[in-house]
């Protein structure tokens, strides 16, 4: 079953446009990227077990993703087990029915939650907020976009778009709503204080906590969430009810794998040892326990991701949702995560988004959203093959025809035209010609066709009045050395 993911209806030409004109979001995402990336190669620089323990990370979850079929129902035995309750949702539909259902059922009111991409692909709050029911960000990053009312730019700095003065602004805004002061200046430490204080709030008075998971592990029963924040601490331990919902994919076998997985995203993300915060979940609150939900539900969500298993992207599944790839990606630095129109942006979303859906979402991404460069294949830590991945589906495409036909028809003419020295050479002689249109001050301006996108942003130089062929033929032998 193909999943469901929300997207961004306009085309890619208008997201991509959109992104090149706005210089804050460049310049933020920029110096975002690159600080994240340089990160990553000073710790494993400073770690000498950190290439060790990585490959490591790599066999595990290659073992779990091949094994999903016994670990599911092996995990779902050990929660009920510990007194939690368990669910498979096949789609995000379902998913969100489910979420509802128990909301209600309890006379949810207000919920808070930590940061989860699987509840932004799912639109988990949206499907709730229908239902009735206030959902509250507590990760700074998430919190600040709920504020602007837009979706993560980043995988892992869901508000990497934005600069200290759009922060402040949209604090300010909160402030004015809640009644409070406002944030005392753009620094972050003020703009933090303010959060924390806002937030504090909510923690106290919430119905429901709702959390994502960054790994699930088999063999006891546990739900991990990894923050620099310390936010998922509250949201498991305040609230009455919580609610996890985790992807299939992120199961794995046992603690020992864990051990080495669990390093993972800090070390390739944002380039330390550990996160700052690990919260553990294995059950509600037993008696004698001072804090804890006293009910616990873990949603299982598959959402297409079982139709990956056994195919030769299978590999895609092993993310840990970093950002590695996005830090290195040129095309990310450069239109941002918004232009991708999907959930997950950077290399992993344009190959992930067409795979979770069968294509039926943002099927151009593979084709426009990739210079195929390789960075991200060498930054991935989980070693996706994510350039192989985005050329094998750029292939399915041409095979099932999804291109429009006049894509189509203008790739088969100039492969049917340059096969050929013969045609080679006769393309040149009417490039020379029509070029004439398109020149101005001796450089090219524009082109008919697919080539128009390219102008946009950039000139070239004309074609060469003459070739090295053409010049060899007029003047070979009249050196001597011919």
Known sequence: MAGILPSDAR?????????????????????????????????????????????FAVRAKRRAIQSLDQLIPQVRAKIESHGGRTYLAADAHQAVRLVAEIATANNVRVAIKTKSMLSEEIELNRG????????VETDLGEYIIQRAHETP??????AAHKNRSQIKSLLDEDARQAG???????????????????????????DMGITGGNFLVAETGTVVLITNEGNADMVTSLPPLLISIVGVEKVVETWDDLTYLIQQPALNGIGQRLSSYTTFI??????????????????LVDNGRTQIQGTPFEDV???????????????????????????????????????LTDFHVLPELPSVACTVCHACGEACPMEIDLPGHILRLRKEKVARRLDQSSVRWSYRVWSRTWSTSAGYRRSLRLGRIAQKLYLKQGKLKNAPGLPQGWFK????PPIAAETFHEWWQRTRGKDGNG
């Open 128 to 135: 709730l907020g229908k239902a009735g029911i206030t959902v």
């Open 317 to 355: 599944l092993s993310c840990i949702r970093c950002g590695a790839c996005l830090n290195v990606c040129p095309v990310f630095r450069q239109v941002g995560g918004h232009a991708y129109g999907g959930v997950y942006s950077g290399p992993i979303g344009v190959v992930e988004t067409p795979l």
């Open 282 to 299: 294995s059950g509600p609150r037993q008696e004698g326990m001072a804090e804890g939900p006293a009910t616990w539900h873990v949603v």
């Open 11 to 55: 085309p890619w030409a208008e997201r991509r446009d959109a992104g090149l004109s706005d210089t804050t979001m460049r310049n933020t995402i920029g110096v975002v990227a690159r600080r994240l990336s340089s990160g990553q190669r000073r710790v494993f620089r400073g770690y000498g077990e950190a290439e060790q323990a990585r490959q």
């Open 180 to 206: 409070m002061d406002t944030p005392q200046s753009e620094d972050p430490a003020d703009l933090t204080r303010f959060a924390r204080w806002r937030l504090r709030r909510e923690f106290l008075s919430a």
């Open 153 to 158: 730019s980043h995988i892992l700095a869901p």
């Open 457 to 460: 942003s950039r000139d070239m």
